[in-house]
């Protein structure tokens, strides 16, 4: 057994779960780790998948009861049926623009110098609109309306750009269209579940071929470091947007694209 392919696995499953659910990109930071780890052959592309879809299960487990609820009674409680009806219609715009223009994203967009610039650029916004006068209409998931869901669903859809953060994307998209931080929040967890579901499904199909009995260890030990590391990220984020601006999270893109940028233009890492 390969114990330093062991410990790549180890450490991207720790990136993807810390990284998935805060305004950072997990995408981004797992192309440049991969980069720098040289792990970017045919086995992380069905690697990457694997964890990703850990994260997605940590999600799941975090909201069980939520979503038990809403399984339930899906057609007999309208606060059930109006909350699954607009994470759909905030759902539809990725999916549409996903199916479009993913080969062209997949190809051309996924590499650690064009991360760098999203990274910073999507910093700069986030300063930007924190430092807004807050108007909040809406303080919780439960009271927004389909429009509102819509628009936030639109602003996900920035998120196909590797760097700009699908988790990002959302919640300043929800702080733009009136949602509370908490709200905001919330609101892209529960939109992350159909849409890393779907993104996930699609990638497993598009590499069916690459799938390999022999890759199981390696996929295992990402797996569960992506699922406990998203959990307990989860958690942690929602406690501290009760609490905190996302500032911290700007200035920390705008530095780790900033090196990114530096040790490039240096010569010192060869991305």
Known sequence: MDI?????????????GLTEFLPISSTGHLIIAGSLLGYTDEQSKVFKIVIQFAAILAVCWFYRERLTQ?????????????????????????LVLGVLLHSIIKTYL??????AGALILGGVLILYLERRP?????????????????????????????????????????????????????LSFFLAIPTMLAATVYD?????DLLAVDDLPVFAVGFLAAFVAALLTVKALLHYVSRHSFEIFAWY???????VLVTAYMGWVSW
Request: a positive charge.
């Open 110 to 115: 996924f590499n650690p110098l064009t991360v």
């Open 4 to 16: 330093w392919l062991l410990s790549k696995a180890l450490i991207l499953g720790l990136v993807e």
């Open 70 to 94: 809403v399984a339930i009674h899906l057609w007999t409680r309208e606060r059930e049926r109006r909350f699954a009806l607009h994470i759909l219609i905030a759902f539809l715009p990725a």
């Open 204 to 208: 497993v199909y598009k590499a069916r």
């Open 253 to 259: 893109r705008i530095a780790f694209g900033g090196l």
């Open 134 to 186: 807050p108007r909040v209409r809406f303080s919780e998931v439960d009271e927004i309306t389909w429009r509102e869901a819509l628009k936030v669903g639109f602003a996900q859809t920035l998120a196909m750009f590797p760097g700009v953060s699908r988790s990002g994307a959302t919640i300043m998209g929800g702080l733009i269209f009136g949602l509370s931080r908490q709200a905001a929040t919330e």
